[in-house]
């Protein structure tokens, strides 16, 4: 009697613990008509906790940037570039540029990123276009505690040769036809943790963690006409610097009643010590004593593309009171904030540790004034 009485008490309490894990649900997948909002946290010393269940992440005491980044869904065929991605269901633009659009393509078993397409976003006046082969796996459209999932995927970018400068062809014996950056990635996640989640504005969430590892083997191929392509890695200036292998650990915290990613931490090389974290914010972060004003002069970036560092020309630099830089991917996340001193020569960011892709870049001055430009990662 006593041993049925323990049994029960036992799975009394491992029943609340299982009724407590979170699981997702096609229901959070992105239609036509979702934008969703997510912004820079800013909280110092966050570190991964140990996978496992039942666990607490209290981000309440975090400073919010307010720079918000809506991601708009439409219908794929409201994308200006829709021949290019013919699977697609839905394409993503974002408030930093009307110039760039992701496509992606939702079925049962999730989303998938088919690629980006954009206008001129390295200033050359040619239209680029990336794409994933396979599809990348964004998001499983059903997940639960201890899944693990794994993909193989390849980025390709081309870019004709006639939209690149003298400079940069000078660089082979025999002019190439086209020019393209190449990640071969390879990528796995799990579900390794759940539990509950408090944002700075005191809400409390039911979340699953999904560790991603993924891992990059980047490199620059040119194609010739009586060759195809072929590994130029090691022609470009630099010696191909930010090319190769690199591994990048980042943590999704998802809730099914919300279908942004609620958070998203990335590590360090340490994969313990988070050095970026983005969180969904529902309602817009503005100073009501200030109007935002985007300028129409454009930033310029040079080189565009680059691997590893990038120089920025703003408009007016010398006059305009510039304090910070931020950068957002394709996805409308926010992946770099960096303050600005007016004093130093032409500033200079570092990209080298952002994945392969297009980002937009943004300028913010003291008195509300925003300058834009793009870039490409290779």
Known sequence: ??????????FFFIGINLNGQTSITPASLPIPGDTFKVSRLILLGQMISPEGPNQIWDLS?????????????????????????????????????????TYFRVTST?????????????????????????????RPANINYLDTFAQNSNFIGAIPASALPDTL???????????RLKNVIKRSLKADAWGLMTLPSGQSFDVLRVKQTQINDQRFEAKFSFLGWQDITSLVPGGGFGTGIDTVVSYQFYNNQTKEVLCNMTTDSTFQRVVNITIKTAKP???????????????????NPAASYINLELPDYQNLRYQKLTVWDALGRLVIIQDLDTNVGIPSLNIGALSTGMYILEAHTSDGKVSRGSFQKL
Not at 169 to 179: E, G
Request: glycine content about 6%.
């Open 1 to 10: 009697m006593k041993k049925t009485a323990i049994h029960l008490l036992l």
């Open 110 to 138: 999730g989303i998938y990123n088919l690629g980006t397409a954009a206008k001129d976003p390295i200033g050359f006046g040619a239209q680029v276009f990336s794409k994933y082969e396979p599809a990348y796996w964004t």
């Open 61 to 101: 005491s975090g400073t919010v940037s307010n720079n918000q980044q809506h991601s708009i869904y439409y219908a794929a065929n409201d994308g200006i570039f829709r021949s290019k991605y013919p699977l697609a269901t839905l394409v993503g633009k974002n408030n930093a540029s009307d110039s760039i659009e």
């Open 285 to 303: 972060i503005v100073n009501s004593n200030q109007e935002v004003t985007i300028l129409k002069t454009p930033i310029k970036v040079f080189p």
């Open 169 to 179: 062809l000078s660089i082979f014996p025999i002019a190439p036809d086209s020019i």
